[in-house]
Structures are given as structure tokens and as C-alpha cells.
């Protein structure tokens, strides 16, 4: 398998795609309808050094993958890409398509809380099939953030400009974080589909000896079987129920071993052991961590 390419600054990327050389060489914004590429020309697997948000709407056709999903571009959407992260298209014609590409490198935001609030944001590791749709009204408030930062590029370098910069993308990014909360609430039957495929999981895992043979199912590994990235089930289920999917395996390991504390003669030691704990120190440590007491003194309550 070729490696991706490898883009590690803004003026590399600028050059690749035949666009003018940026004002700033930390951060730049561009339409897709700028860029200079031959007609023929496909741009295939891309790794950067920087931070990329994009618009993309109008396109011709074509798919893309991010991660080991695929999403079709016939709709616009916007997605985020955070550095080192692999981005692959195919069969798409990036002077095609209609929208936006704000691209910034870390050493912008070097000393600035930005610089590590900016890694909180988890949709920069989301697929691409679980980009966000934005409203007209949605997009039109993007798009007054982005034409800002686009003019202070173009027009001032001043001591104002990088505090200026850093406001609105840090103003970008909390806009982003509410359309996705507005679109993990609007997708009500997405996620309640998602929710029961979920628990048809951990139901199946709980029920059987597959806990004391593999252990707890992990984030990951969960993410894995609903065919979505960690992050994002973790967020949609924070939305949807207030809990992350840590706490939500926990909750039901929780659920699991007071049935077993209440209704068996189980050791402590042997309760762990079905529940997947290789110790049961960090078992006793679990349940104690959540329900203030210790498993023996959950089953002494019911003498």
C-alpha cells in the first residue's frame, strides 16, 4: 500500500495546488474554486502538519475516505482534520467541488489556551461519515467567521492580527461544537437506533462468558462494532444520555456485579474474574469508585 503523501507546511500545500503563495505561512483560507489543479489530477491519501476545516458542497461526485470510513460527497458538509491524521479521496475532483478551506498550523496557537482547548474538540477525529450537515442558517454563521479571518489575513499584520485569528477560530470551533450538539439531538432516530445497537452489545457480552474469556469490551473496540470512531459515539451518547461510553460500559459492569453480589454465593474474587478484571483489586476499586461502598459491604446490605 503507497504511503500518503506527506504536506508539512501551508506553503507546500499551497504550492501543490497551484494556489498563490499564502500571506501567512501559519494559517491561510482558500475556496476550492481557487485551486489550480489539472483537470486529470486526483488527489489521493494526504497527511499534514496542520489543522484543516473545510466546507464542501456541489461536488461532481466521488467518495472519500477518512479512517476506514466512506462518505459521499453529493451533499455539503464540513469536517475536520486534526495534524498527522490521513485523509483519502477518490475518484474526486477537488476544483469540482464548491467551499472553503481553513488550514492552521499548531505554532499559531503557542501560547495561547486555544492551543490545548483546541485538542478537546473531538470531532477533529471523527470519520468522514460522521461529518456535520450544517443548516442554510448554520452555514451563513460559519462563513461570517471564516470571510473574518480571511480579510484580517489579507489586509492587516499587525499586533493584532494573531489575537484577532485565534478569537475567531476559537469562536469557529465553539460553533461547531453546538451545530454538532444541535445535530446529535435532531438525528433522533439515528442515535436511538444507535443506542439499541449498542446495548444489543453489551447485552450479548454481559450475558455470556465472553467478559471472563476477553475482558470488558473497550471504547474502542465498542466504536469498532457500530462502525463509528470513539469520539463520536462517546460525544453522541454524552448528548443523549449525559454519559460518555467509559462510563456507560462501567455502569453496566456495575449493573452486572450487584446482580451477581446479590443473587449468587460468588467470591468477591470470582466475581471479578466473570466480569473480565484480571485483578480484583481493581474490581473492588470500580465499584467502590461508584457507589461508595465496597462489594462486600453490598452484599452484607441484603443480610
Do not use: W
Amino acid at each position: 500500500m503507497k504511503a500518503p503523501a506527506k504536506v508539512s507546511s501551508i506553503s507546500a500545500l499551497h504550492q501543490f495546488l497551484g494556489l498563490a503563495k499564502p500571506s501567512n505561512p501559519l494559517v491561510s483560507v482558500f475556496n476550492f474554486d481557487d485551486v489550480k489543479l489539472k483537470p486529470e489530477t486526483i488527489l489521493s491519501a494526504v497527511t499534514t502538519d496542520f489543522y484543516v476545516v473545510a466546507l464542501k458542497k456541489d461536488c461532481a461526485g466521488g467518495k472519500c475516505r477518512y479512517g476506514q470510513q466512506y462518505y459521499d460527497f453529493d451533499e455539503g458538509i464540513m469536517y475536520f482534520i486534526a495534524p498527522h491524521q490521513v485523509l483519502q479521496f477518490e475518484d474526486v475532483l477537488l476544483n469540482a467541488v464548491k467551499g472553503f478551506v481553513l488550514v492552521m498550523h499548531p505554532d499559531l496557537l503557542h501560547g495561547y489556551p486555544l492551543a490545548s482547548e483546541i485538542k478537546n474538540y473531538g470531532y477533529f477525529s471523527y470519520s468522514a461519515n460522521e461529518a456535520l450537515h450544517l443548516s442554510e442558517k448554520e452555514e451563513k454563521a460559519i462563513m461570517h467567521i471564516i470571510e473574518n479571518m480571511d480579510r484580517e489575513i489579507a489586509d492587516n499584520m499587525d499586533g493584532f492580527t494573531q489575537d484577532l485569528l485565534i478569537s475567531n477560530m476559537d469562536l469557529l470551533l465553539k460553533y461547531c461544537d453546538r451545530f454538532y450538539n444541535r445535530q446529535f439531538l435532531t438525528r433522533k432516530k439515528a442515535n436511538t437506533d444507535l443506542l439499541t445497537k449498542l446495548e444489543a452489545f453489551l447485552d450479548e457480552n454481559f450475558k455470556s462468558e465472553i467478559l471472563a474469556e476477553k475482558g470488558i469490551p473497550t471504547v474502542q473496540f465498542t466504536a469498532s462494532v457500530l462502525h463509528l470512531s470513539p469520539n463520536y459515539l462517546s460525544d453522541m451518547l454524552r448528548v443523549q444520555t449525559g454519559q460518555t461510553t467509559q462510563q456507560h460500559i462501567q455502569n453496566r459492569v456495575i449493573e452486572k456485579a450487584k446482580e451477581l453480589l446479590s443473587t449468587t454465593s460468588m467470591s468477591v474474587s470470582e466475581i471479578a474474574y466473570q466480569l473480565g478484571f484480571e485483578h480484583s483489586q481493581s474490581f473492588h476499586r470500580l465499584f467502590k469508585n461508584r457507589t461508595s461502598v465496597s462489594p462486600l459491604e453490598f452484599r452484607q446490605s441484603f443480610n
